[in-house]
């Protein structure tokens, strides 16, 4: 089993860092945030992640927690980069996380040989950058050259926030990017137990039955690169898609449901990520497809199709709100309640999160917003402090005396309200399904106007 350093403890880096304990490595996950460092120390997840507190404790006595970098790299044979990469205005990721993660190793780099992985989504090419950052520290504050003593993979995360767990023990694949034959072997060392499935599967997670060997896609750094951002925008655009044609089916009469099934059982097309409704959100889609917008423009190339993924979605979250107005024709004084904040089902990550722009545009219609999430209502008070909304702290409060209520997030927990009864306390019975996921004819029969997007 290796030792390992990871740099970041965010939704990537501690669900790798813990899967990896998990697996038998002797992992230390280094973060400067003291207070995520305090928590995790003291066994508390910092992230709402299903599964994640629990493979923590299960892999504890191979986890260490530390903000010092000096503690974990040194002995490292393996060091994750997983610092976030946020956007710019410019749709460029802010590239200083991973400059400082970089300088950092080069500094405290010792040792045998050391592979030094990005798991961050970086621009094509950032892999050379980051090696000659290394380079360049190493060579300041140690004697001698730095040849031969680390080089740098790039091993991009396909892993979806709530599902975090699962994706990374038992994935579609995995892409490791490198330059040469050694470091490639070091990573299939370091993921052998993933790759043949030879790990007891934790108590709460099974392995899913038809779970073979998982394939490795082993490949230069740009190509491993670019895997990460061709994958993000295909399924960017594959939402986009739906939602294009389900504007249209609105408009002759067709159930976009019925149409994202039929064309859904088609092998070539696959069933997953049809689902129409108010668009993507997220710290991934938002950001990769700008970044890929970005990087192609630095070489003369533009991207239509992505960029029109892109300018779909946009405008798919604020048809929520032409819909109430063309229902309620006011909004000015009306109360509208969001049923979710969190981008998504399963986590409380509000990054892109489509609740806050359609709060945002009601609130300038003069609508007063309530809202209510189940999980991510204490990070909205963290993180968004100027948006004026109040807080429910049960779904059902959010109906009482409304004039509408938006289903944003498809939480499981929805459906089983009991929306006929909850009917009753609204001031106008207006539903809209912003998911194609709630039982609208039934809605119907219950006495709700149900609204759907598309
Ligand atoms: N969140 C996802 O679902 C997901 C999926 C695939 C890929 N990614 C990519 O993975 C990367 C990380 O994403 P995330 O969602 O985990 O971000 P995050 O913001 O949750 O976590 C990043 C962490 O890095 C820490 N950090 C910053 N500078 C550091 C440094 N110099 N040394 C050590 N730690 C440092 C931050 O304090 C933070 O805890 C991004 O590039 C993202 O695009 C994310």
């Known amino acids: 089993m290796m030792k390992i350093a990871i740099l970041g403890t965010g939704y990537v880096g501690l669900t790798t860092g813990v899967c990896l304990a998990y697996l038998g490595h002797e992992v230390t996950c280094i973060d400067p945030v003291q207070a995520k460092i305090d928590a995790l120390k003291a066994g508390k997840v910092p992230i709402y992640e299903p599964g994640l507190a629990e493979l923590m404790g299960e892999a504890s006595?191979?986890?260490?927690?530390?903000?010092?970098?000096?503690?974990?790299?040194?002995?490292?044979?393996?060091?994750?980069?997983?610092?976030?990469?946020?956007?710019?205005?410019?749709?460029?990721?802010?590239?200083?996380?991973?400059k400082t993660a970089s300088e950092d190793i080069g500094r405290y780099l010792s040792g045998g040989f050391t592979v030094v992985v990005n798991k961050s989504t970086v621009p094509i090419g950032s892999g050379n950058w980051v090696e000659s950052?290394?380079?360049?520290?190493?060579?300041?504050?140690?004697?001698?050259?730095?040849?031969?003593?680390?080089?740098?993979?790039?091993?991009?995360?396909?892993?979806?926030?709530?599902?975090?767990?699962?994706?990374?023990?038992?994935?579609?694949?995995?892409?490791v990017g490198a330059d040469n034959e050694q470091t490639r072997g070091v990573l299939y060392r370091l993921y052998r137990p993933l790759i043949d499935?030879?790990?007891?599967?934790?108590?709460?997670?099974?392995?899913?039955?038809?779970?073979?060997?998982?394939?490795?896609?082993?490949?230069?750094?740009?190509?491993?690169?670019?895997?990460?951002?061709?994958?993000?925008?295909?399924?960017?655009?594959?939402?986009?898609?739906?939602?294009?044609?389900?504007?249209?089916?609105?408009?002759?009469?067709?159930?976009?449901?019925?149409?994202?099934?039929?064309?859904?059982?088609?092998?070539?097309?696959?069933?997953?990520?049809?689902?129409?409704?108010?668009?993507?959100?997220?710290?991934?889609?938002?950001?990769?497809?700008?970044?890929?917008?970005?990087?192609a423009a630095e070489y003369g190339l533009a991207m239509p199709i992505v960029s029109a993924a892109r300018d779909v979605n946009k405008r798919q979250r604020l048809r929520v709100v032409e819909k109430l107005l063309g229902e309620l024709k006011i909004l000015k004084g009306r109360t509208i309640g969001l049923l979710g904040l969190a981008f998504k089902p399963?986590?409380?990550?509000?990054?892109?999160?489509?609740?806050?722009?359609?709060?945002?545009?009601?609130?300038?219609?003069?609508?007063?917003?309530?809202?209510?999430?189940?999980v991510a209502m204490d990070r909205f008070r963290e993180e968004q402090p100027d948006l004026e909304i109040t807080l429910t702290e049960s779904a059902e409060a959010l109906f009482e005396d409304a004039d509408a209520v938006i289903?944003?997030?498809?939480?499981?927990?929805?459906?089983?309200?009991?929306?006929?009864?909850?009917?009753?306390?609204?001031?106008n019975p207006v539903v809209v399904d912003g998911r194609s996921f709630l039982d609208r004819e039934d809605l119907a029969r219950e006495g709700y106007r149900v609204l759907t997007v598309p």
């Open 407 to 427: 289903l944003v997030t498809d939480w499981h927990e929805y459906l089983e309200l009991d929306w006929a009864g909850l009917r009753a306390g609204m001031r």
């Open 61 to 98: 006595e191979q986890l260490r927690f530390t903000t010092d970098i000096a503690e974990g790299v040194p002995e490292a044979e393996v060091i994750f980069i997983a610092v976030g990469t946020p956007p710019q205005p410019d749709g460029s990721p802010d590239l200083r996380y991973l």
């Open 197 to 295: 499935q030879t790990f007891p599967a934790p108590s709460f997670l099974p392995r899913p039955e038809d779970m073979g060997a998982v394939p490795l896609v082993a490949t230069d750094l740009a190509s491993a690169e670019l895997i990460k951002y061709a994958a993000n925008g295909f399924l960017a655009l594959k939402i986009s898609f739906i939602n294009e044609i389900g504007n249209l089916a609105e408009r002759v009469g067709a159930d976009i449901r019925e149409v994202a099934r039929g064309i859904g059982l088609d092998q070539r097309i696959g069933a997953r990520f049809l689902q129409a409704g108010l668009g993507w959100g997220g710290s991934c889609f938002g950001k990769d497809t700008a970044a890929l917008v970005s990087t």
């Open 346 to 374: 399963n986590t409380d990550d509000l990054r892109e999160a489509p609740s806050l722009d359609i709060a945002r545009r009601l609130i300038q219609h003069g609508a007063q917003v309530r809202a209510h999430d189940p």
């Open 133 to 175: 950052l290394i380079r360049n520290f190493y060579e300041k504050h140690h004697e001698g050259k730095a040849d031969g003593r680390f080089a740098v993979a790039s091993n991009p995360e396909f892993l979806r926030e709530g599902s975090a767990i699962g994706d990374t023990l038992y994935p579609d694949r995995i892409v």
